[in-house]
């Protein structure tokens, strides 16, 4: 995994796309590897649905080369790339039924009729809408909607299959659910998908790999346990989950530097014990608390005007006892290991 | 206001089933078919066929010309040069109506502008030509059926294009992009995704187009020869002949004819996306 032997799926090499004075895609360098499951993860205006546009051909850089398996396709036409894309909106077409829908593309090779039908049937199965060929797409739900603008862009067994906030438009219980089964699809067919989401869960449960997106340019790639276990700016440590940043005099009391650093929430503990010598202990003052059922968020201020968020299970604990901790004096631990230093 | 609607088409369809006394000229109200018997008589049947032709050609003319600029105006054009060009397609629907078909008249006429522009490219050979047939032809554009068409296209137009516009406008961008994703060149898009889904747009506008052709009876005074169309036999029913239940029995033949290419309209599956 560490080391892909091939050439890469999809490969920028300097590409910038500016919109007059925006640079909506700044120099990004970036290498998604073959049959990977890839997030492109970022805020709304950070360019990631930009490079995914690039990458389908809808737009093209300003500067710089994308290579589709070792293929400079920078200034093809989205007709002229073997890469399909899932829209956000689905964008189905509204005249014709599901199964012509799905068979767009064969039509347009002029694939013959007999196995058009075929291989119509065999991705409906695979998408779970047996049956549904002869319905207008006005006529399914949201979720059926989906699985019919999958099935119509892997029917032509694209060498990338480019997927722009694919779930964005469902309810959550829906959405997780497609999570599991989008990564299922994913695993059957073996065809690299790159998708674009805001959602920093959905990357994190869904891919192999992360991107995080922020003003055009890219400030980590890594697995989902290495974006979120070692942010590398403190932009990645508080776009991925929670964290808390500690810098200056106070980082230096407690780790010897004075390099910023990141401590995940759930990673401190409240305790009442001495520590042993591979862990950080710090004292504070507990100023909130909120419980969350499953777990309780504090806010515990270490020093004048800095508080760290600290997250701790409600195993033993009731709302009244955690509750009743506001105002109270606490000691704060953590294992040093859990420390992140930030890079810039 | 339903009434007033529904009333006046009523009583048009009533006095359509009541005949005229030949002898006194006097309106016998009682129900009979024999006036519409006379819509069939050969004159009448002309009328009608030379009536429906003319809108035919003119709802044709105007969707292929109204498409292009109806595309441009929805997908390229910046959001000014939109509401300019929007301005500009309806700015002829603010002034008269008489005054546009007599321009058009002088336009037209054998010393008209039109002529002189013709005769400067040397194209009068051609207009001689095409002017020398029977049917479409005449001794000048005012006063030819072909003079009569451009003029209803340009009448028209803005009722074609509108529809049109609006119906493309509908077309989501990201249809198109999905159509050329999966492989379609912009022609292939074109046929498959953007015309069928402008096509109701197009019906719409056809309506306006057909109908208004059917019914009007200034354009065919003005401009043209001296063949009746069924809006001036219309008029001239109900005016000087006197004759109410011809005149609305006529009226009832276009109604009739759009029920029909409704229908077709409806059969070709114009409605379905809307």
Redesign the interface.
Known sequence: MSNPPSTPAIKFEEVSRHFGEIKAVDQVNLEVNDGEFFAMLGPSGSGKTTCLRMI???DKPTSGSIYLYGQDVSNL???DRN???V???Y?????MTVGENVA??L???KVAKAEQTKRVDEMLELVQLKGFASRKPSQLSGGQRQRVALA??LI?HPKVLLLDEPLGALDLKLRQQMQVELKAIQKRVGITFIFVTHDQEEAITMSDRIAVFSQGKIEQVGSPAEIYERPASAFVAGFVGTSNLVSGEIAKRITGSEKTFSIRPEKIHLTTTSPSADMVSLDGVVRDVVYLGLYTRYLVEIEDGVDLVVIEQNLKTTSMDVLSAKGQKVKLSWHKDHISYLEA | MLVVYLGSLFSLLINSFYYIDDFSGLIIREFTLRTYAQIFTPANREIFTRTATMAFFVTIASAVISFPLAYYIAKYASRRLKTWLLIGVTIPLWSSYLVRVYSWKLILAQEGILSYFINLFGLSGFLKWLLSFEGIGGSSLALSPLGMFIVFVYIWLPYMIIPVQTALERV?N??V?????????PL?TFR??IL??AFPGVIAGSIFTFSLTLGDFIIPLAIGNSKFFIGQAVYSYQGTAGNIPLAAAMTIGPVAIMIVYLLIARKL?AF??L
Do not use: C, W
């Open positions: 389908a051909g809808f036409p989205p007709y890469v399909n894309t829209f956000q909106d964008a189905l077409f509204p005249h767009y593309g039509m347009i090779k119509r862009a032509n | 989501p990201s249809l992009e999905a159509s050329s994703d999966l492989g379609a060149k292939q498959t995704v069928p889904m599956g379905d996306a």
